[in-house]
């Protein structure tokens, strides 16, 4: 009974692990344009806004086709 226990304990950890995986690095983008510097020079062009969305899509789809492709969902 032990053994199925960790058995599932490690795939909810693992499925936690990739959402985090794909998360963090969305956050830490998020987080660069949200900080308040005198000078960044990106942020006056119109195109911006949807540049950082296309980044933040290509980084996630990236990385769960990444894991599709290796198996892991």
């Known amino acids: 009974h032990l053994t199925l226990v960790n058995n599932r304990m490690n795939e909810i950890m693992k499925?936690?692990?990739?959402?985090?995986?794909?998360f963090i690095p969305l956050g830490f983008i998020a987080s660069v344009y949200g900080m308040n510097f005198h000078y960044m020079?990106?942020?006056?062009?119109?195109w911006t806004y949807p540049t950082i969305w296309?980044?933040?899509?290509?980084?996630?789809?990236?990385m769960i086709w990444?894991?599709?492709r290796r198996g892991w969902i």
């Open 66 to 68: 990444m894991f599709r």
């Open 15 to 22: 499925v936690l692990t990739m959402i985090s995986t794909i």
């Open 41 to 46: 020079p990106e942020l006056d062009s119109v």
């Open 54 to 62: 296309i980044l933040f899509f290509l980084i996630a789809g990236g």
